[in-house]
Each structure stands twice: as structure tokens, then as C-alpha cells.
């Protein structure tokens, strides 16, 4: 999503939680980052999304430049246009699986879409199709599409408690499997709590290392990312179960400073790739962190499954539900999509 313009009590509501739970805070790795390349067309100044498919690496704006798909070059420059079949509501994340790019139009800024949906598109056609989706809940905003390896999406919503929920297509249904134009109901499948860091960069006024903003697959699908504004957080799969392997313990790896970090992605090699919106200046550059699936160890043997009272970070997901009624009221001051 674009700037904010949010109230600064926002920012102390949302610091509650952080604050709350320091002593329960995840580790946080300094790695060192490189620059992969910076774009420079300012078309690209709400970039939200990226992937990199078959030695090509694509990006995509959200609402209001979220009509195309660029190509990008290893200089970031665009090579080329791919106009979306389907008119967007809010794109928020980028995605791909056999050959084919997926559009997360999943933004819901205030929380009144009755549905959300994935757009297919064949990069080298154009040609795509709809797949509305709708959540068992009621609306949730998110930011994050992951793909397993063998087909099924994987919603990951972004929650200003920082309780994230983990959301797939009810039956499991793969992408393939998906009916156009829908709507499939989802399932939600499990939690994905946040926890405030002490990691620099982001919007004002909010606690960016609770939000999800973006998630990522490793091409081997050994590997999954999913981004803060602030940290990316690094899971094992085993069984290209991406559900069971956020359930996990990740490796959180700090993130270069952004002004606001929405975009990553996995390239051939296994490097992490992480990209900012504008938000009102220069297009940063695309940063990228060489070896990044190296740093995770292979899943462990399947141990029993914890409760949901003894997960990991439990005590700050409960205090930010304290403020989410109060953050998610202010939240609204925050850019709705374009009429």
C-alpha cells in the first residue's frame, strides 16, 4: 500500500504490544546484504511484489499501479509490459508456480471486501484468468501469497496484533484445481504471530516487524520467506508443507532499512531478494542476501503439536489482540484503494 497517513497514536497503540513482550522477542541475525540492482522507472514507485521464474525476475506496484506486470532486466530495467487480463481490486503480493505468474489480490485496507482473488497469467501470452476466494471470518488484509510446490496457495494475512492467520483453499485445493471465477472458500489452518523487534526502517508511527508485508519460496521449495516491514523470517519445509513448516521456529534475519519493505523473493541460487516501495522518495535498490536458504537446517522429525496456549510468542500475540480493536479503527486513516 502507498504512505500512510496515520495518527500518531496509532503508533503508540501498536508500540503496547512490543513493549510488552521484550523479554519474549525473537533473535534477530545481522546478515550482510548486497545491492542487487536499482530500479529506476517510476512506475514501479509502489512496488509490492516480486518473483523470479525460469531465470527472469518480475515485479508489480498494488492499487493504482497494479494493472501490469513488469520484466525486469538484471539492471532492474524494464524490458517489457504485461498488461493484468482482469481489472485488480488491490494486487499485494507476486507469485509464481509451473511457468505461470500469480497475482495476490488480496489488499483490503479497511476490511469490507466480501472477496479477495488470485490472477493467473501466462508471462509469455498475457492470457490469465480470475479465481475469487473468500475468508471463513469475515474480511482480513493481507500482503503475503505463498505457492507450495505442489500447487496449493497459502494466504498469510497481516494483522495489526501482529497474529497473523494462515489461510488455504478449503479441500486443499491446488491452483490448478481452483474454479474460475469462484469464489472457493478458504480454511484457515493455523496462526502466525509477530513480535515487535528492535530492527530500523519502515512507515512512521506503526510497528512494522508485526505486520507481514510479503512472502517468498526457495525454487527447490526447500525454503520459505515471509517479510516484515523489518525482518524476513526464514522456515524449513519438509514435505513441501509450507502450513507446517510457519508453525515452526524460524531463523529472523534483520532487513536492510527500507521506507516501506513489501516485496521478496528467491532467486535460482537460493539468494533473497527484498524491495521497497518509494513512499514519497527514490526507489531504493533491490537488496539481496546471498545464501539465504543455507541459513535454515532441514525441518526435525514431526514432534506433537502444541496447543494454541503454548505457541511460540504467545504472550505477545495475546497483549497486541489488546489493541487491535483500537489499531484497526485508526488504521483506516491509512490510503484505502482507488475508487
Known amino acids: 500500500m502507498r504512505s500512510f497517513v496515520v495518527a500518531g497514536m496509532l503508533g503508540v497503540l501498536m508500540l503496547v504490544p512490543a513493549v510488552a513482550a521484550a ?33 527472469v525476475l518480475y515485479a508489480i506496484g498494488d492499487s493504482g499501479t497494479d494493472h501490469r506486470v513488469a520484466v525486469l532486466d538484471e539492471s532492474c530495467a524494464v524490458t517489457r509490459w504485461i498488461d493484468v487480463p482482469v481489472d485488480p481490486y488491490d494486487v499485494e503480493d507476486l507469485a509464481s508456480h509451473d511457468g505461470q505468474l500469480w497475482l495476490a489480490d488480496v489488499g483490503d485496507n479497511l476490511r469490507r471486501r466480501d472477496t479477495v482473488a488470485l490472477t493467473r497469467i501466462d508471462p509469455a501470452t498475457g492470457e490469465g484468468e480470475l479465481y475469487r476466494l473468500v475468508y471463513p471470518d469475515g474480511p482480513h488484509d493481507a500482503e503475503t501469497l505463498l505457492i507450495e510446490p505442489g500447487g496449493r496457495p497459502v494466504i498469510v494475512t497481516k494483522e495489526p496484533s501482529g497474529g497473523s492467520g494462515v489461510y488455504v483453499p478449503e479441500s486443499d485445493a491446488t491452483v490448478s484445481e481452483l474454479p474460475s471465477p469462484g469464489p472457493t472458500a478458504l480454511t484457515k489452518v493455523g496462526d502466525l504471530p509477530f513480535e515487535g523487534t528492535d530492527t530500523p526502517g519502515g512507515p512512521p508511527f506503526i510497528t512494522g ?111 497486541g489482540a489488546g489493541v487491535l480493536v483500537f489499531a484497526s479503527i485508526l488504521y483506516t486513516f491509512g490510503r484505502a484503494r482507488k475508487q
Open 23 to 55: 523479554d519474549d522477542r525473537p533473535d534477530v541475525r545481522q546478515e550482510q546484504f548486497d545491492t542487487y540492482c536499482t530500479p529506476t522507472d517510476p512506475a514501479l514507485d509502489e512496488l509490492s511484489g516480486l518473483t523470479f521464474t525460469d531465470g
Open 209 to 319: 516487524s508485526m505486520l507481514a508485508t510479503g512472502g517468498a519460496v526457495s525454487t527447490d521449495g526447500t525454503t520459505v520467506a515471509v517479510r516484515t516491514y523489518n525482518d524476513v523470517y526464514l522456515f524449513s519445509v519438509a514435505d513441501g508443507d509450507f502450513v507446517q513448516a510457519v508453525q515452526g521456529d524460524p531463523i529472523v534475519v534483520a532487513l536492510p532499512a527500507q521506507p516501506q519493505g513489501e516485496a521478496v523473493a528467491f532467486d535460482n541460487d537460493g539468494a533473497l531478494l527484498v524491495a521497497s516501495e518509494a513512499a514519497g522518495g527514490q526507489l531504493p535498490p533491490i537488496e539481496r542476501l546471498v545464501g539465504a536458504t543455507s541459513l535454515v537446517s532441514p525441518p526435525p522429525a514431526p514432534a506433537p503439536t502444541e496447543t494454541s496456549s503454548g505457541g511460540r510468542w504467545t504472550f505477545g500475540a495475546l497483549a
